[in-house]
């Protein structure tokens, strides 16, 4: 099951069915009392996380989790929850989302265009910071789109809609660019570029990097040029199965898209979206579709209880031709069923910082964690 934003049409007439509203002062005060509950119990909400055991298999650490909690500040101050993204990237979306911020080691091409979660943004520009601490004075890197401020679909991108995906460009030779150019791998600052990616990788809640197959060529040169272990490589390059976190992507010799997990943003929007759909604060899911022959948008719009305008909005249509084949998001009015918790996987690390993250989750030292592997 799938989300979509910008529907005020469909989340207004939610609204209008409600029943009447206490008097006033009765219903100031019980919204005062519930957000106060909600703002001492929000800080005590957990994430599920996974850590890795001895083995280094992960094991599920769930922590105290209250829907409860969530649940009355989505009702009473949905802001406070902070950015939250609900869905899947192609059929989204992004509530109380975060700009990105100006700063010395990179140039933001579009403001309009580069809203997302704080997790989002807290990666990336660590990922960034990372390449300047390895090699001071770089030159800036281009950021490029994020996510709309309103969250769903941004122009003409399928994905893109829950603040969860970034554009970002690459290092070149010739030094600082004002935006995405088109990158022969001649034209790459290798030795920055790789250490751009490998910090997406190793230090972020990574999901998929996405590039055209000649620069990840080169990348890969590059990582094995300086001495990576060749094992890790493969894995993240998905030379050994189709689960790389590396892949190739068309019409992305420009830039490479990236895209994360959330713990928080989606774990909240999870808990927190069918109270938000209830009030009217987010508009509700919707499914994906593939056009058989035949098929209209008013065909669509009356199986699936929705309107010829809200579909075409959530596609992005000038017109109401549909390809056959082609698979269209459909705004729906029923909340889906808890699917259960978002639980991101662990971090793909090299040997040698996979041995660091072991010692420090359970408290050695790296010395002692290799020593009691075998490795020393």
Do not use: C
């Amino acid at each position: 099951m799938l989300w979509a934003a910008g529907l005020p049409a469909l989340a207004a007439e939610a609204s209008d069915t409600r029943p009447p509203a206490p008097p006033a002062a009765l219903q100031r005060a019980a919204a005062s009392s519930e957000a106060a509950l909600a703002a001492a119990l929000l800080p005590a909400v957990a994430l599920p996380v996974a850590l890795p055991g001895d083995d280094g298999v992960p094991v599920a650490d769930d922590g105290p989790l209250d829907p409860a909690a969530l649940a009355v500040a989505a009702r009473h101050d949905p802001v406070a929850l902070g950015p939250l993204s609900i869905g899947t990237p192609d059929a989204g979306l992004l509530l109380n989302p975060a700009p990105f911020p100006e700063g010395p080691f990179w140039t933001v091409r579009d403001s309009r265009e580069s809203w997302a979660t704080d997790e989002t943004i807290d990666f990336i520009v660590d990922a960034i910071e990372a390449v300047e601490a390895r090699y001071p004075g770089s030159p800036r890197v281009v950021v490029g789109d994020l996510s709309d401020a309103t969250g769903g679909r941004l122009g003409r991108h399928r994905s893109h809609q829950a603040g969860r995906d970034a554009d970002i460009g690459f290092y070149y030779r010739r030094g600082e660019v004002s935006s995405f150019l088109v990158a022969r791998p001649k034209d790459l600052d290798l030795p920055r570029t790789w250490a751009l990616a490998r910090a997406l990788v190793t230090e972020t809640d990574v999901e998929r990097i996405f590039l055209d197959r000649s620069l990840i060529s080169v990348l890969y040169a590059q990582a094995v040029a300086e001495g990576e272990d060749r094992g890790w490589l493969d894995d993240i390059f998905g030379r050994t199965s189709e689960k790389g976190i590396i892949q190739h992507v068309r019409r992305h010799k420009d830039h490479m898209h990236v895209r994360f997990f959330n713990r928080r943003a989606q774990e909240y929007g999870r808990i927190a979206y069918p109270t938000l759909v209830e009030t009217g604060s987010a508009p509700p899911p919707v499914v994906k579709h593939r056009v058989r022959p035949g098929e209209t948008l008013g065909l669509l719009a009356k199986r699936y209880g929705t309107s010829v305008s809200a579909i075409r909005a959530a596609n992005g249509l000038r017109s109401t031709r549909l390809r056959a084949g082609r698979s269209y998001t459909i705004p729906i009015r029923r909340t889906p069923p808890d699917e259960g918790p978002v639980l991101v996987p662990l971090r793909r690390l090299p040997p040698e910082m996979a041995v660091q993250a072991v010692a420090r989750a359970h408290g050695g030292t790296t010395e002692d964690q290799a020593t009691a592997s075998g490795q020393r």
